[in-house]
């Protein structure tokens, strides 16, 4: 099989396609129920027979929450089987609030993410979308939790479900060096329709991440995979999720054919 094509984050290699974690830890967005059925399905060991595909094919980049034991443990199984390293994309939950005891767990969550491993670090959209501020056109406080990124040797970045997060940190020079946004043929979560956020991506000074392509299950593969591969810049990156090694060899191999522009296997 092809290695999967790179992009670089900085001066960190990654694949351009991210694995997704939402179909391992239970963020289903279709219901409660469907939450718990992964959650109560989903060990280690199957989440590394899924991750061993893709790190067959040279996918060797992950986002998600690394506080979560079970991603951890599914990534050192992965690991140990193969043999091959992975490029943590990592997305804590800080706190909002500017306090001294907030400053001070935000010191001790990103501290941890040190301890994760975590090459890329960047504040999940709980902390980055309560945070921006439409009026003034920045994002409160978050060149001060960048900085603290930075101070730990990892590489900054901006994770938002808000397609002006982005736009407000250019605009403001906040230093992050990549940008996560949805993006979907479906709009599916999008705030603004799909031609506005694809004008948005390619605007952009940094290497965006694509999240959600496939609207959580709502688009078959191919038309979701079509879509941003077709649309994207080069530089541009796609976070994936599935639940099964064979999801995971489709979803690979569509992409590949679609880069490619040739006939799929699938």
């Not at 129920?33 to 094919?57: G, H, Q």
């Not at 306090?99 to 994760?116: I, K």
């Not at 939790?145 to 997060?165: F, K, N, W, Y």
């Amino acid at each position: 099989m092809t290695a999967f094509p790179r992009t670089m984050i900085e001066d960190l290699s990654v694949s351009r396609m991210v694995i997704g974690t939402n179909w391992f830890l239970g963020f289903s967005h279709t219901s409660k129920a469907r939450d718990n059925a992964i959650k109560t399905t989903m060990t280690a060991s199957k989440m590394a027979d899924v991750l061993k595909v893709f790190l067959a094919a040279g996918v060797d980049t992950i986002m998600g929450l690394s506080s979560v034991p079970l991603l951890r443990e599914g990534m050192d199984e992965a690991s140990q089987r193969t043999g091959l390293g992975m490029k943590l994309i990592s997305t804590p939950i800080v706190p909002t609030e500017d306090t001294q005891e907030a400053w001070d767990e935000t010191a001790r969550l990103l501290d941890a993410e040190v301890g994760c491993g975590a090459a890329v670090c960047m504040p999940h959209m709980v902390t980055t979308d309560a945070l921006v501020d439409k009026v003034h056109r920045r994002i409160r406080r978050m060149d001060r939790i960048v900085a603290m990124i930075r101070q730990r040797g990892m590489i900054p970045g901006l994770s938002t479900h808000t397609p002006e997060a982005p736009v407000f940190a250019d605009e403001s020079g906040l230093d992050v060096a990549t940008y996560i946004q949805i993006y979907n043929a479906a709009g599916f979560l999008m705030h603004v329709e799909v031609d506005w956020v694809h004008r948005s991506i390619w605007d952009r000074k940094r290497p965006v991440i694509a999240i959600k392509p496939l609207a959580a299950g709502r688009l078959l593969p191919l038309v979701g995979l079509a879509f941003v591969w077709s649309t994207l810049r080069t530089q541009d990156m796609v976070a994936v999720g599935t639940s099964t090694p064979e999801e995971a060899a489709e979803v690979i191999e569509l992409s590949l054919s679609l880069l490619e522009h040739r006939a799929s296997t699938v």
